[in-house]
């Protein structure tokens, strides 16, 4: 079963459903209704074909069970009868095409003899999708209803277009089935909570690996909401999924064996910033609430403030001192890069409506950059902690790189591209290195540059070089400039660390007068492949 959140009164009307005014105005009154689906997932036979007479009967059976037992359960609304049928081929199957569309209007014909009252759907995992392959069938008007598992942001390319794409797809298959009543089954993005992102536009999209920020999982339902909430023809809408659940194929975000796109832990116990975005966006009064609160100790000495609400514009102060009033677009009120002191940071947040003023509070700890410089880890949406910093009295302490971020131009590349279960989809390289964690994300290109919040002085910056390519081109040259200076010419990267996947350290100093190192990185005949930038005194 899943929750659905109604989109308007027309809904269960548009399902042509005969008692529509008594579940439009149940569902109103309880704002989630429930879709109960039989188990025919992925592909009726994975020898090809319709699928034995076993299965066939064993289908049938399940399904009449299940509508006899449920049948007067109030908060049901519809029965459905497959998810992602035709996907088989997607997930590598060989030999002949299954045939899933056979054995789901069966099912759907079986559902309207057991309830000739309630509407039959199921969830579409591929129309249209071509990096998908399928057997090539029509499901689409199999059932009375049909939903679609679409994933934009998470696994499909172009992650950083999710509000344009989703948008652009949902108005395509109405076009094609305008008379179809069409909903959203599945959507949504991993989300660990100990992983975190300084900012989620900058860094690789890992969506079967690792990392899986909390705060990208909540940007991807931020940009998601908007685009369904504007479509009166989507008749319900499913997140995918309400709680973190287990899996064995998934080796992803900080877990192993789960499956992190819960908005929720699979404890039940913490809510994810996810969470609180729709708890915002689908209040019936007024609500606010800051988001990011579990990372706690920040990478770098400004950051991007966020907060969801439903008032038209919320008002931040960081200890005591008011930053400014923000515009809450579509639930979301940002405040781009506020200042932090080192140390413990107060925030509070506040709204008016309603004649009522909200507040939220949160902690944040800046860091202490003059005493423990300043880390990026280029290519990577998650920050990173690794050995070996030397503390005042011979203590040692971790480095701590916060995520891709202060850059423009380039690309994000991820090192080992993996497949479900951790999986690997080509064989797997290392880099000889001192922190080969480092490498497993980089920032590549011909040309991009890094505009640095740092505070005035001399400091001495560090790069963490590589050439991932076999073939590097023997004429590569790097060039490299610092505020307009160049501290770099004509570095041949492969060349200079001796072999292609080994790190090249290359260290020079700079002086900051106006709080800001502008590193601009070019590279004729190659791209510069740079890992890790490192900036301390």
């Known amino acids: 079963m899943a929750l659905v959140k109604e989109l308007g009164a027309n809904t269960i009307r548009q399902a042509h459903y005969q008692h529509a005014d008594a579940w439009s105005d149940l569902a109103d009154k309880a704002g989630m209704v429930v879709w109960a689906e039989l188990p025919y997932v992925t592909t009726p036979s994975i020898t090809g074909g319709k699928g034995s007479d076993a299965l066939w009967a064993n289908a049938e059976q399940q399904l009449r069970e299940q509508i ?50 309630r509407p039959t759907t199921f969830a579409d995992c591929c129309e249209g999708l071509t990096l998908i392959q399928t057997a090539g069938e029509k499901l689409a008007g199999s059932t009375d209803l049909i939903g679609y598992n679409r994933y934009y942001g998470w696994y499909y390319p172009n992650p950083l277009q999710v509000r344009q794409d989703l948008g652009n797809t949902l108005d ?112 019936d009064s007024p609500a606010l609430h800051f988001a990011g609160t579990r990372y706690l100790d920040r990478a770098y000495p400004v950051m991007d403030v966020k907060a969801y609400a439903t008032a038209p514009s919320a008002r931040l102060t960081i200890n005591g001192k008011p930053v400014g009033e923000a515009p809450c677009r579509d639930f979301v009120c940002e405040w781009k890069d506020v200042a932090l002191r080192p140390g413990a940071n ?45 503390l005042a009295g011979g203590q040692h302490g971790s480095r701590h790189f916060g995520s891709d971020t202060f850059v423009t131009g380039g690309k994000p590349v991820v090192l080992n591209l993996v497949g479900f279960g951790g999986r690997s989809m080509a064989p797997i390289r290392t880099v000889d290195a001192a922190d080969p964690a480092l490498f497993d994300y980089w920032r590549d290109g011909d040309a991009y540059s890094y505009d640095i919040p740092l505070p005035n002085g ?43 996947l080994k790190e090249l350290l290359r260290s020079f100093p700079v002086t900051v007068r106006d709080g800001r190192l502008k590193l601009d990185f070019s590279s004729v005949s190659g791209n510069a492949a740079l890992a890790g930038i490192e900036i301390a005194h």
């Not at 007067?72 to 899933?100: C, R, T, Y």
């Not at 507040?359 to 990173?384: H, K, Y």
């Open 458 to 500: 001399s400091w001495t910056v560090t790069l963490h070089l590589f050439e991932p390519r076999k073939t590097a081109s023997s004429d590569q040259a790097l060039t490299v400039t610092a505020n307009g200076q160049t501290v770099i010419q004509g570095l041949n990267i492969a060349r200079a660390a001796g072999a292609p």
């Open 68 to 117: 006899r037992q449920n049948y007067n359960h109030p908060a049901i609304l519809m029965w459905s009868v497959g998810n992602e049928v035709d996907s088989a081929k997607g997930f590598g199957q060989k030999g002949a095409p299954p045939e899933p569309q056979a054995l789901l209007a069966h099912l759907n014909a079986i559902a309207r003899q057991e309830d000739p009252d």
């Open 346 to 390: 107060a925030a509070v947040v506040t709204a008016t409506q309603g004649g009522k003023t909200l507040t939220d509070r949160a902690t944040w700890n800046g860091p202490d950059v003059e005493r423990s410089g300043l880390r990026i880890n280029a290519g990577s949406l998650a920050g990173l902690e690794l050995p070996g910093l030397e």
């Open 172 to 283: 395509k298959l109405h076009r094609e089935h305008p008379g179809l009543p069409l909903s959203l089954t599945e959507y949504g993005a991993g989300g660990a909570i100990s992983q975190h992102s300084d900012d989620v536009r900058s860094g690789y999209v890992n969506f079967v690996g690792r990392p899986h920020p909390e705060e990208y999982q909540a940007w991807v339902h931020e940009q998601s909401w908007p685009s369904l909430a504007a479509r009166d023809f989507v008749f319900a809408s499913w997140v995918w999924a309400m709680f973190d659940f287990g899996s064995d194929l998934r080796d992803e975000g900080d877990a192993v064996d789960l499956n992190d796109k819960g908005l929720i832990t699979a404890d039940r116990k913490t809510r994810k910033d996810a969470f609180w975005f729709y708890k915002v966006a689908w209040s």
